[in-house]
Nanobody
Framework: QVQLVESGGGSVQAGGSLRLSCAIF????????MAWFRQGPGKEREGVAA???????NYQDSVKGRFTISQDKANSMLYLDMNSLKPEDTAMYYC????????????????????WGQGTQVTVSS
């Protein structure tokens, strides 16, 4: 069974930086699309950044130029480097994996991911 374990969240002031990490257990990482989602207070869960199985990277417009998604396949790790953080980035951040690799994949569409981590909280104060 696939397990995703996030770490690296915390509290920072606006303009600060954080690095989130996601460790993947129980699956061959090279056969999955990976992503970070977030859910702020009173909001729906939304896609932040993704690395599709077949290459490339996708970002939500609000984080472009500030966040960077990366991966270390050899060690089954996914990362999200977050810079110039804003109070509106405050949310629970989730690591997600799509192991089904079905046609019509949408990188930041929540419905396309079948495994989820428990989340790590990021709080940005003004």
């Amino acid at each position: 069974q696939v397990q995703l374990v996030e770490s690296g969240g915390g509290s920072v002031q606006a303009g600060g930086s954080l690095r989130l990490s996601c460790a993947i257990f129980g699956y061959t990482y090279s056969r999955a699309s990976m992503a970070w989602f977030r859910q702020g207070p009173g909001k729906e869960r939304e896609g932040v950044a993704a690395i599709p199985y077949d290459g490339g990277k996708n970002y939500q417009d609000s984080v472009k130029g500030r966040f960077t998604i990366s991966q270390d396949k050899a060690n089954s790790m996914l990362y999200l480097d977050m810079n110039s953080l804003k109070p509106e980035d405050t949310a629970m951040y989730y690591c997600a994996a799509d192991t089904r690799l079905l046609p019509g994949f949408e990188a930041l569409d929540i419905s396309h991911y079948n495994f989820w981590g428990q989340g790590t909280q990021v709080t940005v104060s003004s």
